[in-house]
């Protein structure tokens, strides 16, 4: 294959087409570019999987680890093996009598009372613990007047076991974490932590323990002002709430205005109908790029204040309605491109039938483009359950006890939390926000596979 | 609503288009065909592409308001009835006039489910009529021997000519009148054809068949009449062509085939052009 190498500009094209040294030369380069276009599509990979592992690290590393604790009362002088949750309700109730009789009141206030707790001290118990099953003869006092007997006893009638084994966990124990380590402290330094906890700490009656945020403690809890107390139950209640009305709420629209767009506006008889249609449509893509934090302002301005007497102001229904306008234009645009893939033959079987319009889009093309409108949906159910802009806008709870009892509830949300607890100051703080990221992960992931589960069963009952 | 039967009188053609134009928006499609389609005979069109063979078979059954901008002018009648009338609705027009498309389109459904998707549509609902119904169709389309253990399949996995015959059970099990073709073999081999064909020649026995096709020799074998269709050119002003279809010749196949009337057919069927 000597063949000599001539100047491509001086030769013809069919020359050029024909030359066979030129041909091979040209074909290296071309396969060079190639092998060059690929390395770079694999760094970006390796780029993309590298920044996923760092964030993953990132979490773990914050959310496992040493820490040292302090408590006001040594569990194990309560309860035997220091194990408070195998405690009757009357022992623990009793703990809190012996240990904190004068705070009794603020937690009947706390975990009983529901309205405004300015006023709680000075209405009548009947008033204020409207559905609390009362002493007898106490129901025209109000909780100064009564006894801390009397006051223990509405505890043990109206609060669970578990809520008990909290207050006396939080209260009482009241542990307070003075340092903690990161994972990688905790496996690689173990020496010097231990040493640090010898020379400051150990004096001081403290406890060095190994320590995952993410813990059954974690999930069950209420929020605590005390980071070693504070769980994510309000905020997984809130976020469920909020995501399964979003989704109830976005998904019947947002398909139905796809269907509306790909199924019959162009074939409305009448032509300002079409076109206002394609106006909405044009404006529809664009509304899936505008910042979130605009959509909570609009919540704010409709639902939470113009609305307030349907939504209650800042409760989930608000939250849910307008975190369903901003996941629309996601199942809008995913629910269209998945009609507008059902082949048009199909439609024209259906019509060729004797179907009407409704019956074809019924029986043909929702069963065919249903896994497509129900990618869009996860997609959009992703995006509700992150957001935390908007709802931060519409005044969602920083601070909240009480679990959310129904879309009219006052709530918080995981990313919330998250965010409110990564902005303290306090180390455990952010070894709590880091716990919360991977519940807030573990819902994200149980959520969308979920949906995926739904979605392949839809493609099986199609395929087969 | 039954304004599409109600009138029939025993007419002796299945169709009569009068002066029919169609339009695409402002385009003009095809123009004054006027043309008597026989009962229960089988009738093919055949001509170049672009010539509007296909515009007009759609024209029968309704299926152009399906296309945005698509108009109809003059009259279509069927059974003594104008199809394009008011008070026609478009959907009763269809369920009795059938039609198969050029690319075999089963629902992906069951082969069962394909069938009975007609009556369904219709509300009914019992499993022994429908049952009945299937069995009887798919025997109609010469089907039930090959899929009768397999009624839960998938419609689409049957092979392209099973499919096609699949189509054509489906459009029988509506009981229609008549039965639109378009290019209903163009995707299928030779031996797919050919049950195709010999399916048609039984089905014309209850049916009047209307058939586009590009393969003139299929026309030869099967249609009783054949019209040919051609394009009509002039040259506009700013240079641009504009093309529309008009029906040129129709009668008898041997006719149209043997003896042809005009010259241009006379190129066509010769393969001169098309």
């Not at chain 1, 009241?174 to 496996?187: A, G, N, R």
Request: proline share 5%; hydrophobic share 45%.
């Amino acid at each position: 294959m000597a063949t000599e190498i001539r100047d491509p500009k001086t030769m013809s094209t069919v020359e050029m087409m024909k030359d066979e040294a030129l041909f091979r030369q040209g074909l290296r380069a071309r396969h060079r570019r190639g092998t060059l276009w690929k390395r770079f599509f694999q760094l970006a990979l390796a780029i993309a999987f590298l920044a996923l592992i760092a964030l993953f690290f990132n979490i773990v590393n914050a959310a496992f680890g040493y820490i040292i604790e302090n408590y006001a009362v040594d569990p194990q002088t309560l309860a035997p093996d220091g194990d408070l949750s195998a405690l009757s309700e009357e022992a623990l109730v009793d703990i809190l009598l012996t240990n904190q009789s004068n705070r009794l009141p603020v937690y009947i206030r706390d975990y009983l009372f529901a309205g405004d707790a300015s006023q709680f001290t000075s209405q009548p118990m009947y008033q204020a613990l409207p559905n609390a099953t009362l002493p007898e003869g106490t129901a025209d006092l109000t909780v100064r007047d009564l006894t801390p007997e009397q006051q223990a006893q509405i505890l043990i009638d109206n609060m669970d076991q578990r809520q008990l084994v909290s207050v006396v966990e939080a209260q009482v124990v009241s542990p307070s974490v003075l340092k903690t380590y990161s994972l990688m402290e905790s496996i690689f330094n173990r020496a010097a932590i231990e040493q640090e906890y010898q020379e400051q700490f150990a004096a001081q009656g403290a406890v060095l323990r190994f320590y995952s945020w993410v813990n059954i403690d974690f999930i069950t809890s209420p929020m605590s002002s005390n980071p070693a107390a504070t769980g994510v139950r309000t905020a997984i209640q809130g976020t469920l709430w909020v995501v399964v009305l979003t989704i109830l709420i976005a998904f019947p629209i947002g398909v139905g205005a796809a269907i509306y767009l790909e199924e019959y506006s162009s074939h409305e008889e009448n032509s300002l109908t079409a076109r206002i249609s394609r106006i909405i449509e044009t404006n529809i893509r664009n509304l899936a790029g505008v910042p979130s934090i605009i959509y909570g302002l609009l919540g704010l301005a409709i639902f939470v204040r113009v609305l307030s007497d349907i939504t209650g102001g800042r409760t989930i229904i608000s939250a849910s309605l307008t975190m369903a306008l901003l996941i629309l234009p996601v199942i809008i645009i995913n629910a269209q491109e998945a009609i507008r893939a059902v082949p048009s033959s199909m439609r024209d079987g259906s019509f060729g039938l004797g179907a009407t319009r409704w019956q074809t889009v019924y029986k043909i093309v929702l069963p065919s483009a249903l896994p497509g409108i129900l990618t869009g949906t996860i997609l959009g159910m992703s995006r509700a359950v992150g957001e935390t802009a908007p709802l931060i806008i519409i005044g969602a709870s920083t601070f909240i006890l009480t679990d959310p009892s129904g879309p009219l509830s006052k709530f918080t949300v995981l990313p919330i939390l998250v965010y409110n607890w990564t902005s303290r100051p306090q180390q455990p703080f952010r070894d709590a926000a880091a716990a919360g990221i991977i519940v807030l992960l573990i819902i994200l992931l149980i959520l969308n596979a979920t949906a995926i589960i739904v979605r392949q069963r839809a493609r099986r009952r199609l395929a087969s | 609503m039954s304004a599409v039967r109600a009138t029939s009188p025993a007419g002796a053609y299945a169709i009569e288009l009068r002066n029919v134009n169609v339009y695409y928006g402002a385009n003009l499609a095809v123009q004054n065909v006027n043309l008597n389609i026989q009962r229960q005979k089988i009738t093919a069109f055949i001509g170049p592409s672009g010539c509007g063979k296909s515009t007009v078979l759609r024209s029968l059954n309704r299926m152009n308001d399906l296309i945005a901008g698509a108009r109809v002018e003059g009259d279509v009648i069927y059974n003594g009835q104008n199809l394009y009338a008011p008070n026609v609705d478009a959907v009763e027009v269809r369920r009795r006039i059938g039609m198969v498309f050029q690319k075999a389109n089963p629902f992906p459904k069951s082969i069962y489910d394909n069938i009975a998707y007609g009556p369904r549509l219709l509300g009914i609902r019992g499993k022994k009529q429908l049952d009945e119904l299937v069995e009887r169709s798919l025997k109609g389309a010469f089907l039930w021997d090959e899929v009768r253990n397999d009624l839960k399949k998938s419609g689409l996995a049957l092979s392209g000519g099973q499919q096609q015959r699949l189509c054509i059970a489906r459009a029988i099990a509506n009981e229609p009148d008549t039965i639109l073709m378009d290019e209903p073999c163009s995707a299928l081999d030779p031996i797919a054809t050919q049950a195709i064909e010999e399916l048609m020649q039984e089905l014309v026995k209850k049916y009047t068949i209307v058939i586009v096709t590009h393969n003139m020799q299929q026309a030869q074998r099967v249609a009783d009449f054949t019209a040919f269709y051609s394009i009509r050119k002039e040259v506009l002003p700013d240079g641009k062509d504009k093309r529309w279809g008009v029906l040129a010749e129709y009668g008898q196949t041997q006719q149209i085939f043997e003896h042809p009337a005009s010259e241009e057919t006379e190129r066509y069927i010769g393969g001169e052009f098309g």
